[in-house]
């Protein structure tokens, strides 16, 4: 059986306009992201990575499927 949680991890991100939105990237939000990734260890990455929603993706693609007929 195979499992997938969805995670959340915190990152933050510099940029030149107190409205996010005018001046922040898509480069810019990647960098940010895989800089909060290197900079974590194994052990704070496992801790402070939050896995919630957990499901059975046979089940989860079973469901899926029957909405689509």
Not at 11 to 31: I, W
Request: glycine share 2%.
């Amino acid at each position: 059986m195979t499992y997938n949680s969805m995670g959340f991890l915190g990152f933050s991100v510099n940029h030149e306009t107190e409205d996010p939105y005018l001046s922040v990237t898509a480069d810019d939000l990647r960098k940010a992201i895989i800089k909060r990734l290197a900079d974590c260890s194994d052990s704070d990455l496992l801790s402070e990575v939050e896995l919630s929603d957990t499901y059975n993706e046979k089940e989860w693609e079973n469901k899926n499927e029957s909405k689509s007929l």
